[in-house]
T-cell receptor
Framework: GNSVTQMEGPVTLSEEAFLTINCTYTATGYPSLFWYVQYPGEGLQLLLKATKADDKGSNKGFEATYRKETTSFHLEKGSVQVSDSAVYFCAPPKAAGNKLTFGGGTRVLVKP | ETGVTQTPRHLVMGMTNKKSLKCEQHLGHNAMYWYKQSAKKPLELMFVYNFKEQTENNSVPSRFSPECPNSSHLFLHLHTLQPEDSALYLC???????????????????FGPGTRLTVT
């Protein structure tokens, strides 16, 4: 099945700093890719997705581009806020079928 | 009410107790999932139900017993748990949406807020 490698963190940033969270994966074919976010005390929320190679997903100022040549789906935000403090999960599918691969997530802490 | 709801949000139980976690989705999805999230561990998929049929049991101990009476409801029955079972239990649901590359289906999962379980 597929697998994902994601930086562990924690990542500590100051407000308005640039954020990058690296995600690389192994997959059969070109599956859809997802980023999820988990705010403190909550479940996971879908942040953005890309359904095919070279697609760019974006939401709430976050972006990620599906790079098939490097099998990567790095998450970026140009200017983070304290409210972006959360755990971020890159999630490619496990294989064909309705299961996603979740790594340990990357904890991000944004300080004022 | 919309989205995926879970009750209770917090549960403390002794090792000899029997309790149940409930999940309900109002999204018209036909797949539902239970996950376990422990500190410093990746999210663990426990069970998958498609169209009310269990399609995956990820080597989960029998002290966890799922039940899916219909596509909107999912339960996790708990009995004789161990302290190491303390965790956040997340429910999710998904549609089955086609249209990805080469016709591969796209399974977005929508999560509930979780039940924080503490076993004493």
């Amino acid at each position: 099945g597929n697998s994902v490698t994601q930086m562990e963190g924690p990542v500590t940033l100051s407000e308005e700093a640039f954020l990058t969270i690296n995600c690389t994966y192994t997959a059969t074919g070109y599956p859809s890719l997802f980023w999820y976010v988990q705010y403190p005390g909550e479940g996971l929320q879908l942040l953005l997705k890309a359904t095919k190679a070279d697609d760019k997903g974006s939401n709430k100022g976050f972006e990620a581009t599906y790079r098939k040549e490097t099998t990567s789906f790095h998450l970026e935000k140009g200017s983070v806020q304290v409210s972006d403090s959360a755990v971020y999960f890159c999630a490619p599918p496990k294989a064909a079928g309705n299961k996603l691969t979740f790594g340990g997530g990357t904890r991000v802490l944004v300080k004022p | 009410e919309t989205g995926v709801t879970q009750t209770p949000r917090h549960l403390v139980m002794g090792m000899t107790n029997k309790k149940s976690l409930k999940c309900e989705q109002h999204l018209g999805h036909n797949a539902m999932y239970w996950y376990k999230q422990s500190a410093k561990k990746p999210l663990e998929l426990m069970f998958v139900y498609n169209f009310k049929e269990q399609t995956e049991n990820n080597s989960v101990p029998s002290r966890f017993s799922p039940e899916c009476p219909n596509s909107s409801h999912l339960f996790l029955h708990l009995h004789t748990l161990q302290p190491e079972d303390s965790a956040l239990y997340l429910c999710a649901s998904s549609p089955i949406v086609t249209g990805g590359h080469a016709g591969l289906p796209v399974y977005e999962q929508y999560f509930g807020p979780g039940t924080r379980l503490t076993v004493t």
